[in-house]
C-alpha cells in the first residue's frame, strides 16, 4: 500500500525548533518529487515547501524562507523538514505530500501532524 | 488573503449539478495548470482533478474541471450527500510557489 506517515509534531514554544519525518512506504519513494503543506486550525492550506527526487532543488514559502529546512534521504525512504525559529502563526497540522507524475498535482498524503507554537 | 480566489461556500441538492470557481492571474492559472482537492472533515486532503480536466484513477467521472484563461473551475454532477466537504483549487506561480485557493465548503442541502 502506497502510504506517508508523518511524525515529530508537538507543542513548541515560540522561538523553538522541531524536526518533522515523513516516512514513505509502497513506492519508489527516490524517484518522487515531495512537498510539505500545512493547515491552521479552522482554515485553509498553505504550501511550505517542495524537493526534488535527489533533493537538488528545493523550494520554500516566503512565509518559512529562512527558518524552514526540507531535506530528503532517499536510502531510509524519508522525508524531513528542520524548523527553526517558530512562531505563533506556525501552528498547524503539517502534511507531507507526493508531487503526482511531475504534474505538481499532490496524489498522497500523509495523516498529518499537529504542531502547536505556544508559551 | 489567498492568491487565488474561491468562493467560501457553495450548495445544491442531491442530484443537482454544482460548479466551483476559482480565479488567479496571469503568472499561475494563466501559465500553469489547475488542480482540484476535496478535503472531508477530520482527514487528509484528497487529490480530485491534475492538469485542469485529468481525474486520478477511481475518481468518479461526476468530478470534471476546466480551464480558460486566468479561471478554472471545478462541476460535479449527480451530487451526492458524501460529496459535502471542502473543495481546494490550487496552481504553481511563475515564481516557484504553489498556491491555494481559501477553499469552498460545499453544503448538500
Known amino acids: 500500500e502506497v502510504q506517508l506517515v508523518e511524525s515529530g509534531g508537538g507543542l513548541v514554544q515560540p522561538g523553538g525548533s522541531l524536526r518533522l519525518s515523513c516516512a514513505a512506504s509502497g513506492f519508489t519513494f527516490s524517484s518522487y518529487e515531495m512537498n510539505w503543506v500545512r493547515q491552521a486550525p479552522g482554515k485553509g492550506l498553505e504550501w511550505v515547501s517542495y524537493i526534488s527526487s535527489s533533493g537538488s532543488t528545493i523550494y520554500y514559502a516566503d512565509s518559512v524562507k529562512g527558518r524552514f529546512t526540507i531535506s530528503r534521504d532517499n536510502a531510509k525512504n524519508s522525508l524531513y523538514l528542520q524548523m527553526n525559529s517558530l512562531r505563533a502563526e506556525d501552528t498547524a497540522v503539517y502534511y507531507c505530500?507526493?508531487?503526482?507524475?511531475?504534474?505538481?498535482?499532490?496524489?498522497?498524503w500523509g495523516q498529518g501532524t499537529m504542531v502547536t507554537v505556544s508559551s | 488573503q489567498s492568491v487565488l480566489t474561491q468562493p467560501p461556500s457553495a450548495s445544491g441538492t442531491p442530484g443537482q449539478r454544482v460548479t466551483i470557481s476559482c480565479s488567479g492571474s496571469s503568472s499561475n492559472i494563466g501559465s500553469n495548470t489547475v488542480n482540484w482537492y476535496q478535503q472531508l472533515p477530520g482527514t487528509a486532503p484528497k487529490l480530485l482533478i491534475y492538469s485542469n480536466n485529468q481525474r486520478p484513477s477511481g475518481v468518479p467521472d461526476r468530478f470534471s474541471g476546466s480551464k480558460s484563461g486566468t479561471s478554472a473551475s471545478l462541476a460535479i454532477s449527480g451530487l451526492q450527500s458524501e460529496d459535502e466537504a471542502d473543495y481546494y483549487c490550487a496552481a504553481w506561480d511563475d515564481s516557484l510557489n504553489a498556491l491555494f485557493g481559501g477553499g469552498t465548503k460545499l453544503t448538500v442541502l
Open positions: 505530500a507526493r508531487d503526482y507524475l511531475r504534474t505538481g498535482a499532490f496524489d498522497i
